[in-house]
């Protein structure tokens, strides 16, 4: 069985044991994940809670759209050191998001695609920022 059989059959996570499992599983896939910080952090308060594991809406909403990324993920390129980058920037209220894309030939065909996306989530003392604060410490944490 392949491992996006693998994903797909997997039952909605029941426990806090089985929980930690997915998230190392999908933290190895982050960088062709895009925004995976913003979409698991439901997930990571499992770390914050003692012993009581509920899976909440929020929760099954973010498992399943991880899940789904990871069975649908862009074809990431392998970058090219002669044609230039673009670094495509997003910083909200939430979260730090950057792709990293190039043009190349894929397939005959002239094709922008990414080469690894990188996310975060904000710190407490960032979200006072406004937004051009927030968009430059994206690009400053990008580079």
């Known amino acids: 069985m392949n491992k996006v059989a693998a994903v797909l059959l997997e039952q909605i996570t029941q426990n806090k044991k089985e929980m930690i499992f997915f998230l190392g599983f999908t933290n190895y896939y982050r960088q062709h994940l895009k925004d995976f910080a913003i979409d698991a952090r439901s997930l990571y308060r499992i770390y914050d809670q003692q012993n009581v594991f ?3 809406q929020d929760r099954i909403k973010a498992y399943e759209k991880i899940r789904y ?4 993920a862009p074809l990431l390129l392998m970058p090219d050191w ?3 980058f673009k ?3 997003d910083a909200c209220g939430e979260g730090l998001g950057v792709a990293l894309h190039q043009a190349q030939i894929v397939y005959e065909k002239p094709y ?3 080469i690894c996306f990188i996310s975060r989530l904000i710190k407490p ?3 006072r920022y406004g937004a051009s604060q927030m968009e430059c410490l994206c690009l400053v944490w990008a580079l």
Not at 69 to 72: K, M, S
């Open 54 to 56: 509920e899976m909440t």
């Open 69 to 72: 990324a990871l069975t649908n």
């Open 82 to 84: 002669k044609p230039p």
């Open 87 to 89: 670094l495509y920037i």
């Open 112 to 114: 922008e695609g990414p």
């Open 125 to 127: 003392n960032e979200a």
